[in-house]
């Protein structure tokens, strides 16, 4: 089990071992006195530290940390005995890429490159330093890679500069390039960027300054002033960038200003206004989104721009528009589940039956949202097998000796909830099968369920759903299900999304246990249950969390009346959940679908779907989804919708 918060207090107060000498080889728990160290800064304790967990598992920690803060000064020596003593942890890496960025903002080159192959992970900084070195040593390909990344109009390091200017020396980045990538940056709302790229233009064809920050503070004014009798590329970027810039607020009155611009700017110019403002005006479920859209014609469109302009469609009903859109996207983007799915209906919907169910049925053989919904579409709904698969003692030894999963379990003992994942993560790299589910099974012995699903999770072919899809706490959840009138799947549905049954869990933001409860949502349901004597501390204890939460999820189901739209709310709030509703009812699908966030959008459908598995696991009965997602009727279809904006 866990350290006990109070127990590491005091472990953390005393010094590093209760009664043990000063010169004791450290402890586990000692870490989190090493930790401190670290964050003080205070590199001679740290040292101390390094030096007392010398060949214990954790050593590699307060090795990493001291490094880490004497980088710029430590021997080449130092560091590679690190890397080479400790590549088989998560620490390696970022050690690497943090030294990789010293040597490159010092120009030593040749360590620069000797170190650079073995980085593993992508750094966009470590990459620019890397094109500095390959030009330092007259690698024209590296000027070649330079104008690829500047024209990606991606927000660029400043270690990106150097290549840049060499790439602009060697006339590969001129006008034609510093105005596309200008564009770029300008839609994506990277103005310092666009600035930096301006300077690589001839002064006479320069956006002038005060002229972009009008545009970007005061976008309607600026348009509405702008008469230019000879226009130019930066009268065209900057008109652009505007009505951009107010179209998300305000799509109409950025439509009316493209229109009244339209000649000055040109047919290529206007259709990509057009797209822009319909992009815009489709995530804020503007009705007139896929009337923008088609002025647009076939663009040309971001892949952003196309996800939306399915979403569009499918709101409007308008199943042509829906195919089209899809039909646009390249095909690494056209490959998502989404996607796919939304192309067989909208085939299906047009009559094209053998079409739809030629990629309907690969689809139904994925294990997600939309694979379900496949399945459904072609009437070969068919539940898991819930039968556990015994866990064989050599897998279970075969995981416990990985030295990975050994610092992943100390460190869940210690609360370091971060650096544990991350050797969890590399313990389970490329581990096959029955190794998961063993991993699963020792995770679920720690006290760890949310591990322990996140490693059924992931099997390739041998599944065990008893463990992907648990039931833990069942008997609070029971009791709470009954007594607020909620489906128990749906309510297992949002613990498993939520916290993976994980009582202690915490977010970022203080979302706290079994049902990720906010501060300010738990004492409003504290009053209305009401809950005598509350106090936070009590979110962790499941019982009352599960109870919390369920009768704050009852409120919400009853307010908004349908659970997928009741599931956004316990996400993103009742009352944007009200505002993503359409005049008309929606397909709960097709709701879930066009919800503006894209974490609520996911949550939803892995809602949706762990509700599903549930059911099934609970009644065995494999439910209809799209009967589960149901239809969500109009914010005005009901008075009591109207209450949801009393609830937090």
């Given at each position: 089990m866990r350290l006990p918060r109070l127990l590491a207090a005091l472990l953390l107060a005393a010094g590093p071992v209760l009664g043990a000498p000063p010169n004791a080889p450290a402890t586990d728990a000692d870490l989190v006195a090493a930790r401190e160290a670290s964050q003080r800064r205070d590199l001679k304790a740290l040292e101390n530290w390094r030096a007392r967990f010398a060949g214990h598992p954790l050593e590699a920690y307060p090795a990493y940390w001291l490094l880490s803060a004497?980088?710029?000064?430590?021997?080449?020596?130092?560091?590679?005995?690190?890397?080479?003593?400790?590549?088989?942890?998560?620490?390696?890496?970022?050690?690497?890429?943090?030294?990789?960025?010293?040597?490159?903002?010092?120009?030593?080159?040749?360590?620069?490159?000797?170190?650079?192959?073995?980085?593993?992970?992508?750094?966009?900084?470590?990459?620019?330093y890397a094109l500095q070195e390959r030009l330092a040593r007259d690698d024209a390909e590296a000027l070649k890679e330079a104008r690829a990344l500047w024209l990606a109009g991606r927000e660029a390091p400043a270690s990106c500069a150097p290549a840049f200017e060499a790439a602009a020396r060697e006339r590969l980045i001129g006008s034609p390039e510093a105005w596309e990538r200008i564009r770029k940056l300008l839609a994506a709302g990277l103005v310092m960027d666009a600035r930096r790229a301006n300077t690589f233009l001839p002064n006479k064809e320069q956006l002038n300054e005060k002229a972009l920050e009008r545009a970007a503070a005061e976008p309607a004014k600026y348009l509405?002033?702008?008469?230019?009798?000879?226009?130019?590329?930066?009268?065209?970027?900057?008109?652009?960038?505007?009505?951009?810039?107010?179209?998300?607020?305000?799509?109409?009155?950025?439509?009316?200003?493209?229109?009244?611009?339209?000649?000055q700017m040109g047919p290529d110019d206007t259709r990509t206004g057009w797209?822009?403002?319909?992009?815009?005006a489709a995530q804020q479920h503007h009705p007139r989104a896929v009337e923008w859209y088609a002025k647009a014609g076939e663009g040309p469109?971001?892949?952003?721009?196309?996800?939306?302009?399915?979403?569009?469609?499918?709101?409007?009903?308008?199943?042509?528009?829906?195919?089209?859109?899809?039909?646009?996207?390249?095909?690494?983007?056209a490959r998502d589940p989404a996607w796919r799915y939304w192309l067989a209906r909208?085939?299906?919907?047009?009559?094209?039956?053998?079409?739809?169910?030629?990629?309907?049925?690969?689809?139904?053989?994925?294990?997600h949202f939309y694979g379900l919904m496949a399945a459904e579409d072609l009437g070969i709904v068919k539940g898991p097998d819930w039968s556990a698969r015994a866990v064989a003692e050599e897998d279970l030894a075969r995981v416990r000796a990985i030295p990975a999963v050994t610092r992943a379990f100390a460190l869940y003992r210690l609360e370091m909830n971060p650096e544990a994942f991350r050797e969890w993560v590399l313990g389970l790299r490329a581990m096959d099968d029955r190794g998961l589910l063993a991993a699963s099974e020792l995770a679920l012995q720690e006290g760890l369920a949310d591990r322990a699903i996140g490693a059924a999770d992931i099997t390739a072919s041998v599944h065990d759903f008893s463990r992907r899809y648990p039931v833990h706490h069942r008997e609070p959840l029971a009791a709470a299900a009954r007594q607020w009138g909620v489906d128990e799947a749906l309510l297992f549905g949002i613990i498993r999304q939520e916290s993976r049954f994980n009582v202690a869990a915490k977010s970022r933001v203080g979302a706290t246990g079994l049902m990720q409860l906010m501060p300010a949502t738990a004492r409003w349901v504290a009053k209305q249950i009401p809950l005598q004597y509350y106090?936070?501390?009590?979110?962790?204890?499941?019982?009352?969390?599960?109870?919390?939460?369920?009768?704050y999820f009852h409120r919400v189901l009853t307010d908004l009346g349908d659970p997928v739209a009741a599931a956004a709310a316990y996400n993103a709030g009742p009352g944007r959940a009200k505002r993503w509703r359409a005049t008309g009812s929606l397909e709960g699908a097709v709701y879930a679908e066009s919800i503006p966030f894209d974490e609520t959008r996911d949550y939803v459908k892995k809602v949706m779907a762990n509700a599903w598995y549930y059911t099934h696991r609970l009644t065995g009965k494999a439910a209809s989804l799209r009967a589960m997602m149901g239809t969500v009727a109009t914010s005005n279809a009901n008075g009591a919708a109207n209450v949801a904006s009393s609830i937090p």
């Open positions: 004497t980088l710029a000064k430590a021997e080449p020596a130092q560091i590679r005995a690190f890397l080479s003593r400790h590549a088989d942890t998560p620490l390696a890496d970022p050690l690497r890429r943090d030294w990789l960025k010293v040597l490159g903002a010092a120009g030593q080159w040749d360590l620069f490159r000797q170190e650079f192959s073995a980085l593993a992970s992508d750094d966009p900084e470590v990459a620019c509405a002033g702008e008469k230019s009798r000879i226009p130019t590329r930066a009268t065209h970027e900057l008109l652009l960038f505007a009505v951009t810039r107010l179209a998300r607020t305000k799509p109409e009155d950025a439509a009316a200003h493209l229109e009244a611009h339209a000649a797209a822009r403002i319909a992009h815009s469109f971001t892949n952003a721009q196309l996800q939306w302009k399915v979403r569009a469609a499918l709101r409007a009903g308008d199943w042509a528009a829906v195919r089209a859109a899809v039909n646009l996207m390249p095909p690494e983007e909208s085939l299906a919907e047009e009559g094209s039956g053998p079409a739809a169910e030629a990629i309907l049925r690969p689809l139904a053989r994925e294990r106090h936070p501390a009590q979110l962790k204890q499941p019982d009352v969390n599960v109870k919390m939460g369920t009768y």
